[in-house]
């Protein structure tokens, strides 16, 4: 029995010997790539190397042939596995798959195509440590614990992508490189279309597994430059051709078509060996041409004919898409024989979304794009859509019967708190089902601190939607996967300790993001302040969300994962203040304030000095006085305490006290209160003669036992206003405030002036939001 | 205020109702001085004791209607014979009794915008041949009395393609209003320099003609002396008038710029009110103009502006054929 036991022990521990990578900082293994590797092999090894270190704090050599250690080895590439799994090759033919396979002390890391191994280099390490790419930041964006004793423990497993189409799109100009190899390290192959002749970046973009396309829309990638010596390429709008990128091309004109033919071909020709696509689509507006050839009616197969109803596309969308498609069938029946398979990607955008009256030709790649009207929190077939006559699901549904090859053109570039993994995972699925390839996404905009395009600062993006975009990446590599596994995967990778905190602050937002009761039509250029209203403070979460996040941090104990909550936290204590709420504390001793304008306990309520003169957009619009508004309150008032300071004081002019209400009309001060965005409204207005008025829905009648305190300074005047908090109680005894403060400067020279808080129309009743600390 | 929110919304929906073919037409009763006895000359039903008429004062030739205080409901004058796809203007002079005034409170030009039923209303009804009512929205919350003074209120419009009458209705919802009206004056409009009505604001602050939606915080606003700058707000919209003879027009904006997005649209319907085109235009205070060819089956246009303190918008025709062959 004891012999048993020993050999038992000494199998084990040579087992567990044999799954040894690093050992206490030290390098147990080798990695072995062949000479003159392909550019994605060689980044394969590298990053595997680089991480590594990071991680074990081990170098491990790099070398060319296998030494005669007796140690592990990693071999890096498809040329090491070609005899030893031919199974696997073949089950990855023509994909951007991978496979990891032991075999005796040596692993084998490959893929069908060279991108297939650095997919697979990046799997290896994910799923051998606890490594995380969270997002795109060198500094804090890969989450690991530095583990100096490795030890492997998944070393066979395979997977090929469901979709070849990964792309992820950000805006050009601006640092992509750590954006693009997160991008990459998470699965993705964002597409370049290549501009001939090639420069660096495609070369870095090869290096990352990204995929290439040669051509552009109609006029930037084909037609544009024939601006001076063919007009005629140009549409004739409102009776004159519109020499201009931005413009359809007469697609009547045979020349245009002829031409267009050509410059494709010219481009396939001299386009880089790697490139698989022909990107022609239309350009990025409506504007079509009016003349009467692109004007006739279209006679479809079974000869009847599609007459224009509307000469703008706009007003016919399949009309226009119809003739979209049967110019772009020309060009594919064309290149078949050439570049038989080419897939020709358009743009199935604006009008050309509408599924046309023709089959349209199977190289055609249409990229749906349900832009930018889809009520992005639900899946396309559920879609509600802020335009009528934009049915995104029954656009989805034909095209799906469509010969095309069908993919997705998304816009998950969201800057706000969302839960859009969900709704991507039908969709993705949905699309598989249906044979797509796969999408791209637009706007995924790069992890950097700069501001650029009026977005903002670019990295909040990743702050708010970092998580959305990784569970997407993966999803795309098998959209049948639980997205909830996934955000569980995430959670716990990226905020190690925090991880439950986290996972219940997202489940706030995914809660009231996927409740189908409660409003809110949201795109890519809905407004952050506004998405963070409506799914996090409207239902009345924002204290609870935010509790978790303070929690969270409480929590957590790796630097890493502490500073990504840090942002996520900062990111949502800005966007709540970017709601324009104004906090009103609560003082104990206001009502004894409330006698006294030197009193100190006004030090404490909330001050507000940005007035500014109203309907002065870009313009100067400081005032030419100054004014101080600060507002606290008890449980019983309001405390208003206003500071009017004027250059010119004894020239203001003020009505004479009077015995009864009156309306102040010279020289005063106008509160607004609204309880409610659709309550009541409550004008109170005085002056420092202590006249005031009073109005309630704007009738006169009506009166509050509110006061008025006022007195002449040197510099101005100022006053006291308590307004008891009971008399503009709705019927349910509830208040929820908005208010406007404006002030009406009048001299006795004629100057008058209006000056508000933040520049609002009295009459826009546009409202800030009075919250009670 | 919810319960004259409710009588005044009951009110005009029994009004329309109770229009048909076999009310009083009257040609005569406009322009007259109000000189006839009896007040229900004037009027389509009987109106209560307290509408009144009485002698002009200070020399002044003819009589003026008196509204006292305390009366309240929905005020039709006699329909008047009208052609269709003509432009007319329409004034009268009138003051309000009370405390709702701009004199009194300056911020009742504000409750003109916002649809409160405390201010005296007036509208302009349209009706076909058979005496249906024709649809169209009804400027109420826009058309207000404002002023104890007697002030000039206009309108201008371009009646409908089956209008055969009009009616001048007052609507007060308001216990605490009374009013004053006089010299009710009605014809053909002349040339304002534009398609378009009140294509420069001329005719003050508190007369919206032209403009059908004022969006909250569009606003007629004194500029300088007798001129006037509309504050659009985000999309104010324009009436509908017809358009049907092909050629070149132009469309002209003059005004700043308000926010962020800042154009002037015309929009252009068929027949049958269909979609056809759009022409934007951004406002300069210099003035910018952008000229186009109608599109073809256009019988009707209408503005929706964005974000402009607009001085000036108009729509000419200027050439029979395209200017661009």
Known sequence: MKYLLFILFFISSQLLYSQVLTSNGRAEAEVILMPNPDLRERLAARELLFWLQKITKAKLPLLALPSNDKNRKIFIGKKWAQNLFPEDLKALKGTGGYAVREKGDNIYIFGAKPAGTLFGVWKFLEKNTDIIWSRPNTEYGAVFTVTPNLTLTETNFRHKPTFWFRSWAGPGGVPDYTTNLWKARNGGAPQSTVRLPMRGSHYIHKEMGGIFAVGGGFMHGFLGKYMKTRPDFFPLIDGKRVISRHAQPCLSNPDVSKTLIYEAKKMLANAPEETIMLNCSNEDTWRSCECEKCLAPITLKDGSKLSPKSVTSEGDQLFRSTQTYMFLNKLAENLEKDYPGLPIQTLTYIYAAEPPAVKVHPSIMTLYCPYSTRNIRFPIHDATSKHPCHNWAKRFEEWKKQPSILALYEYYGLRYFNAIAETSAIDLRELAQAGGVGITSCETLQDVETSHYGFGRFSDFWDTTGMELWVISSLLWDPNQNVADLRDYYYKRTFREAAPEMKNFFAVIGKNWHDKNRKGVETCHSSSSGAFNRYIVIPGDEKVARAHLTSALKMVKHPDSKILIKRILSRFDDLAAKLGRLMIPSIPEAFIASKEFASPHWLKALVLKDFQLPRKYKRPHDPQNKTELRIMRDDKNLYFKIYAFDSKPGEITVIKKADKECFPLGERFDILLRNGTKGDTYLFSFDLNGNKYDAKEWNGQWNSNWSVKGSKTKNGWQAIVTIPIDDIKNKKGKISLEGLFSRINKHESNFKEESTYKGSTFSGYRMHPLNFK | ?325
Request: net charge positive; aromatic share 12%; hydrophobic share 35%.
């Open chain 2, 1 to 325: 205020m919810k319960l004259i929110k409710i009588l005044a919304t009951v009110g005009l929906f029994f009004s329309l109702l109770s229009l048909t073919a076999k009310d009083e037409v009257c040609e005569e009763i406009i322009g007259d001085g109000f000189e006839k006895e009896k007040i229900n000359y004037y009027f389509e039903k009987a109106v209560p004791k307290g509408v009144t008429l009485e002698s002009n004062i200070n020399d002044k030739q003819g009589q003026r209607v008196i509204f006292k205080q305390g009366i309240t409901g929905s005020f039709r004058f006699k329909k008047i014979p009208i052609k269709p796809k003509l432009k007319y203007k329409l004034t009268f002079k009138a003051k309000v009794i009370g405390d709702d005034v701009i004199e009194k409170n300056p911020r009742i030009d504000t409750v003109q915008v916002v649809s409160k039923n405390i201010l005296w209303r007036w509208a302009i009804l349209f009706f076909d041949t058979d005496g249906k009512s024709i649809p169209r929205p009804i400027q109420a919350t826009h058309l207000c009395l404002v002023s104890n003074q007697w002030k000039e209120y206009t309108s201008v419009f371009h009646s409908p393609p089956k209008a055969a009458y009009m009616q001048l209705i007052f609507n007060n919802y308001n216990l605490a209003n009374g009013m004053e009206l006089d010299n009710i004056e009605f014809g053909l409009c002349p040339d304002e320099g534009a398609i378009n009505c009140n294509p420069d604001f001329r005719y003050g602050s508190h007369n919206y003609a032209g403009w059908k939606e004022i969006l909250r915080g569009g606003l007629l606003l004194d500029n300088e002396k007798d001129k006037y700058l509309f504050d659009t707000a985000y999309g104010s919209v324009g009436e509908k008038f017809p358009l049907s003879s092909d050629g070149t027009y132009r469309l002209y904006a003059r005004g700043t710029r308000n926010g962020r997005y800042s154009v002037v649209n015309i929009f252009f319907n068929d027949i049958n009110g269909k979609y056809l085109k759009t022409i934007t235009v951004r406002g300069t205070p210099e003035g910018k103009y952008v000229d186009f060819v109608l599109p073809s089956k256009t019988t009707s246009a209408y503005f929706r502006v964005y974000n402009h303190l607009l001085t000036e918008v108009r729509l000419t025709k200027i050439g029979d054929k395209p200017m661009f062959e």
